[in-house]
């Protein structure tokens, strides 16, 4: 006879069970996975025959106080989590007040929420450059820590700098807070990759230096190793998505403006490549654009925007640019070729033809997927005209003076990858991370001021920007082939958005806005 537990324990296995197999159509990351790819592959529910049927299902006004231009991280979503209360499709975020919320994706209704108070002061006071807030998206983990043992954990870093990690299922501390980068410094959307977690600083901020940062989350102790991007100061990590993966656990960022010297460990303007030796977190390979002395003269960082890894014939590939206005290919498995100054695609000059730091160039993070013919596609959310002297795109959809996604098809020529330039979208007011779902390209218009000097000179406050928006977001939805426009969100978002991006889960997109908003876009089944 079975006796009551071990029915119990059977039936816990089987829910275990049965929530992990059904746990495909999570969204736990920014860009959906550790390559950053953008692409939603197990979404079935919002598809071409339906997608003019998206509308507002619900708005929630999150319990939080914006710090700057900071508001709400990008949302992830996790299901089904097995709760007291039954199966519950969450969508989570965090606050720039050092808070988490867990909605109830099918009612807009919080689930739990956690307020932490962080350690410390910031040596300044806020400003858009340095927040001294909570910046990074979460991450959704499952661990299996042991034998019969499945951890559903959300990991995030306040303002103090720990990581923290709490129950996905009540918000309840898994482990006591660790200090996992600087306090008060800028650090970027995580990542965990063979139970390591990552992220990366920027900017400076509360004199921390610009790194990738690594945690050992197997171990106890959980031990940080990380690689500077430059033994002095700047070269900054900012792109939103922060860094990204390869297959064989190479982890790589791009650095922003700063000094250069690679035999002293100076690498502004570069990829880094990193890997975790044993414990420590070393350097493994970069790439360095040949002009990287103009890029830094003028401004034009490569560190505000995450690279993008994925698979092309027998390449897998990273693809990467920054604000300079240009895209590159590099081979995961030798950055910079020999040299390390020798990608295996540079495109055109595509954007930024006016050389400006600030509102132009691409900036953020991309999107790729493969199509159901087998091509390989490249989005890129690009701010500002198409330069002219780049190649034309076989379908452009009106001109585009405050910026568009522009949509490439990955091909071989002379045996090497290269980009043709296939479409490029309606008007966007600088265009944020795009999506993959289905054969369409999902992206917001920010509808945010993002002039960062005046007139004068004069370096604008978080308040100038905020209160001067040049509009509200805007989704829109394109032919992944063509770029033609399926659907808008129309006037149902009332703010702007700031270094936003889009979660794709079981049907609903989500998205936030900078009054603390988080919306939800379903077909409503139909």
């Given amino acids: 006879m079975v006796s009551l537990q071990m029915k119990n324990a059977f039936a816990i296995a089987a829910l275990v069970a049965l929530a992990s197999s059904l746990s495909a159509g999570d969204w736990t990351q920014f860009g959906g996975d ?34 700057e231009l900071n508001s709400l991280t990008v949302p992830i979503t996790v299901n089904p989590v097995i709760t007291d209360k039954g199966f519950k499709d969450l969508v989570i975020v965090a606050g720039s007040a050092d808070n988490v919320t867990a909605i109830d994706a099918d009612t807009g209704k919080v689930f739990w929420t956690r307020q932490f108070t962080a350690e410390g002061t910031p040596r300044n006071p806020g400003h858009w450059l340095c927040p001294n807030a909570l910046n990074a998206t979460p991450v959704i983990h499952r661990r299996r820590p042991g034998p019969g043992l499945n951890e559903l954990n959300v990991y995030l ?26 306090a008060f410094s800028k650090n970027w959307s995580l990542t965990v990759v063979n139970d390591v977690i990552y992220t990366a600083t920027s900017q400076g901020c509360n004199g921390a230096k610009s790194a990738i ?6 171990d106890p102790a959980r031990p940080v190793s990380a690689v500077m991007a430059t033994t002095t100061g700047g070269a900054g990590i900012w792109g939103r998505a922060g860094v990204a993966a390869t297959s064989d656990g190479l982890v790589i960022g791009e650095t922003g403006d700063g000094a250069y010297d690679p035999a002293a460990g100076k ?22 654009p040949a002009n990287r002395a103009w890029i830094t003269k003028k401004d034009l960082d490569m560190g505000n925007m995450s690279p993008v890894v994925f698979k092309y014939k ?36 595509l954007t930024n033809e006016e ?44 001109e585009t003076p405050d910026g568009s996604i522009m949509g490439f098809k990955v091909e071989t020529v002379d045996g090497k990858p290269v980009l043709k330039n296939v479409w490029r979208s309606r008007n966007m007011n600088m265009a944020e991370p795009p999506v993959v779902v289905n054969g369409m390209v999902f992206a917001i218009s920010s509808g945010e001021n993002v002039k960062q000097v005046d007139a004068n000179g004069r370096l604008l406050s978080s308040a100038d920007r905020a209160n001067a928006p040049a509009g509200k977001a805007v989704i829109y939805a394109f032919d992944a082939e063509t770029g033609a426009e399926l659907w808008n969100s129309g006037d149902a978002m009332k703010s702007f958005t700031h ?28």
């Fill in 34 to 67: 550790p390559q950053r790819t953008g692409w939603a592959k197990a979404e079935t529910d919002i598809v071409k025959a339906n997608v003019k049927k998206l509308k507002l299902e619900w708005s929630l006004k999150v319990a939080n106080t914006a710090k």
């Fill in 355 to 398: 050389v400006h730091f600030a509102g132009r160039g691409f900036w953020g993070a991309m999107a790729t997927y493969e199509s159901e013919k087998g091509d390989r596609w490249l989005y890129a959310p690009a701010w500002g005209p198409q330069a002219p002297q780049s190649d034309k795109f076989e379908k452009e959809h009106g």
């Fill in 267 to 288: 690498l502004a303007d570069s990829f880094l490549g990193v890997k975790m030796d044993g414990k420590e977190l070393k350097l493994a390979d970069y790439y360095t």
């Fill in 213 to 218: 940062y690594a945690m050992d989350l197997k």
């Fill in 499 to 526: 270094f936003g991006g889009l979660a794709v889960a079981n049907g609903r997109i989500f998205a936030v806005t900078y009054d603390n908003t988080l919306y939800a876009f379903s077909t409503g089944g139909e």
């Fill in 157 to 182: 870093i306040t303002s103090d700098g720990k990581l923290r990690t709490i129950n996905a299922v009540n918000g309840e501390d898994r482990v006591a807070p660790t200090q996992f980068v600087p």
């Fill in 314 to 349: 027998e390449w897998e590939l990273v693809a990467g640019a920054g604000k300079e206005g240009v895209i590159y290919l590099l081979d995961a498995k030798k950055l910079g070729g020999e040299d390390k100054r020798t990608p295996l695609f540079r495109s055109k000059l």
